[in-house]
Structures are given as structure tokens and as C-alpha cells.
């Protein structure tokens, strides 16, 4: 009975490797690493682990060459125009390009093809996205209005989006879906605001020239759509070249991923029906030498990879090549650039850092309440029947974590004499809020009782 029972596993398992991939011995690392890779709470983890190493070098008798090296002075010539940064501005302008550029992806998919395609849904995350940045921007400015801070309004409205996520993720499935949803939507949105704070609040002076060329830039990538070119290589290049352009015109650079995103396409070039025909072709064929040499068989093979390959839109393709690069390269590296700071408040002006910790924990999570609470009563939105109010306060708390926007806007509005409070500030308030977030979460879920039920149905009764 037992070689039989083996027997029968052998023939299933050769079965099913017949419809797999061949497996090699890196698969023991690699499919270990993947599934990390999978978990929504992996980036934040990293995202974690080098701030606190940041914290950690700036603390210690490396505090001086950490800091020197992100100060380190890099130039690049083109002609008569210098561009000139040091390594923290290089990896907050042009790298962080590539979080913006993911952003506006993200967005444009939930516009298009996910949940904010439907209105009254979309207007639940947009209208407390919008509650989530202007509280928190007049509590700010309630405390620094006249003083010299005023002009940081901006670092208090943006939430980071892996924190937000990493923190949800802790708590399993005792978080519904319309939740996850929320949150996802209100941070696009919310980073999305913010672009168009650093976009008109913390540009230099324009240069007309470069703004028209770097206009010109734009048509043309989408000349390059339409003429049908698919190569993503070659629109990386022309939009790393779009980006010197609208960097020497004065406005702030990332706002060239937030273009480029949003310009990207969501329309599939090979519909469902003929990548099946074409993979209908490739069974056809029968395998053996005819896949050698510049066979017919060959090319309906290389047809069947790009069809594969382009059944997905731009949108979706790029997103999933884009996310793990800015999930556990570039948000580290700009956490590892900017989270270094003293701790130590002998020379911090208090209240500047006093303002973002209460623009962040109070300001988040009463504007976004108070704004989704608004736009239900007035029928504008739509609350979901598993998302009581509860639940939104909570996730109004974590909004309050906004480490890598507000830490990218405090670069941009603040001083070298104030960025270390500010920074210090933003990262207790993303302490404060992702703590007391999780508990009021928890507290919210902890059981299904007829009082919850009751609780969330009763805006739909007004």
C-alpha cells in the first residue's frame, strides 16, 4: 500500500512539473525570496530597518562621515547647463522620480481599471484624501502662521503609502477589503496632492525655453505611443531626457514621473481572444527540432512571448516591473539619505517640530473623518457596508505617518537650521500615529457583534 501511495505521488508530482518551468538550484533562495517579496508588509519592513539604521550612523561616532557622504557634490555638463546636486539632492530629485512615476501609475489604474472607476466609491478616498491635507495644512499654519516655519504648510499633507499598508498588513485578515481600498486610494490621491504642492509651492524661476522643449518632449513620447512603440528602454531614455529639460526650467523634476504616468496608457494591444488563438498555434505545433533554426514554428513561438507579454497594458506591466525596484530600493535608499538626524533637541526651535506632530496626529485623522462624514451625509460618496466609522478613524490615525513625502517636502521648504526638527517631528508623529492607528484598528475588529453591524449602516438611514 505505501509504494503504491509513493508511486501514485511520483506520477502527480511528474505531471505537474510538466506544466512548470524546469526547476534549477537557485530555486531553494529565490522562491524563498519571492514570497517575501509578496507579503505587502515587506517594504515597510525594509523601508523600517533603514531608517532606524540611518538614526543609528547619525548617532554614533560616524555621525560626521554619514553625514559628509550624502553632502558629497555631484555635477553632470550638458553644454552650457550644469547640473549640479549633492548625493541627498540627486537621490530625492532624480530617483525619487521613479516613486512618482509608480504613484501616478497607480493611480491612473485605479482611475481607469480599479475601484475609483466608480464614482461614489471615488469620492469616499478623494473626499477624506482632501480632509487629510487641508486640516492637517491649517493646523500647521495656526501655529507657525507669521513665524519661520510658515512656508513648510506643505510637509504635514502627504501619507506614506508602505507604512500605511505595512501597518494593515500586521493585522491580517481581521482588516476588511474595503479598508485596504481606502487606504490605498486616499494615499494616491493624497501623494498625488502633494506632487501638486512641491509643483507650485517649491519650484525656482521658470525658464520659458525649457518649459516649452520640455512640453515638446511630451508630445513626443506620445507620438511614440501612437506610432506603436512598445520598447520600454526607449521611452526610459527619452523620459530621463524630459527630466533634465523640465529640471533646468525651474519647475521641480519629479513632477516629470507624475506626467509620464498619468500619460501612460491603459489599453491592452493584444485582446484576450487572440492570445488565446495565438497560443492555440503554439499547441499546434508539435515540439521537437522544429523549434530550431528560423523555422514558422520559431517565429509563432516569439509571437506567443510577445503576446504574453503584451496582454497586459502598459499601465499594469509597468507597475508590476516598477514596484518592487521602488519598494525595496528607492524608498531605503531615500530613507537611508534623509532619516539621519541627531536626536537631540538642544539646538531644535521646538515649535516648528511641535506643529508637525500635531498637524500629523490630530490633523489627519479629524480632516479625514470629518471630510468622508461630509461627503456621505451629502450623498456625494458612498460608505461601504464593512467600513464603520470606527474603522475610518483608525485609518485616519495611520494617515498620519508621513515619513517619505513630508520628509521629501521638509528637504525642499525648510533651512538647514530647522530641517533636523522638522524631521524629528514628522518621525514622532509617524511613531505616535502608527501605534495608537493599530490599537484603534484592533479595538475596531477585535469581535463581529450585532453593535458594529448597527454602527456601520447607520449613515446609510439618514
Known sequence: MRIRKLTNRLVADNRGDASQLPQSPIDWLSHPLGRFFKIEAAAGLVLLFFTLLALYLANSPLGSDFAALWSTSIAINLG???????????????????????????????LVLGELRKPRLAMLSVSAALGGMIVPAGIYLLFQFGEVGQHGWGTVMATDTAFVIG?????????????????????IVDDLGAILVVALGYGKQLDLFYIVTALSGFVMIKAMSLLGIRSIALFFIAGGAIWLLVDASGIHPTVTGVILGLMTPTNKWVSDDRLHNIMDSVVASPPGERWAANSIDRKVLKTAEAAAR?????????????????????????????AGIPLTMADFPVSIGMAVF?????????????FSWLAVRLKLALLPPDLPWLMIAGGGMLAGIGFTMAMFIANLAFSAEHINAVKLGILSASVFSALFGLIVLWLATRSENPAREDFTEQPRSH
Open 167 to 187: 501597518c494593515l498588513a500586521l493585522l491580517g485578515k481581521r482588516i476588511p477589503k474595503s479598508l485596504r481600498v481606502f487606504m490605498l486610494s486616499l494615499a
Open 310 to 338: 503584451e496582454a497586459l497594458s502598459p499601465v499594469e506591466r509597468l507597475e508590476l516591473m516598477m514596484h518592487p525596484w521602488v519598494g525595496f530600493v528607492v524608498m531605503p535608499l531615500f530613507a537611508f539619505a534623509n
Open 80 to 110: 552650457d547647463v550644469e547640473f549640479e546636486r549633492s548625493l541627498r539632492a540627486w537621490i530625492n530629485d532624480a530617483v525619487m522620480t521613479l516613486f512618482f512615476f509608480l504613484i501616478a501609475l497607480e493611480l491612473k489604474r485605479e
Open 358 to 370: 500635531i498637524g500629523f496626529v490630530l490633523g489627519k485623522p479629524v480632516g479625514i473623518c470629518l
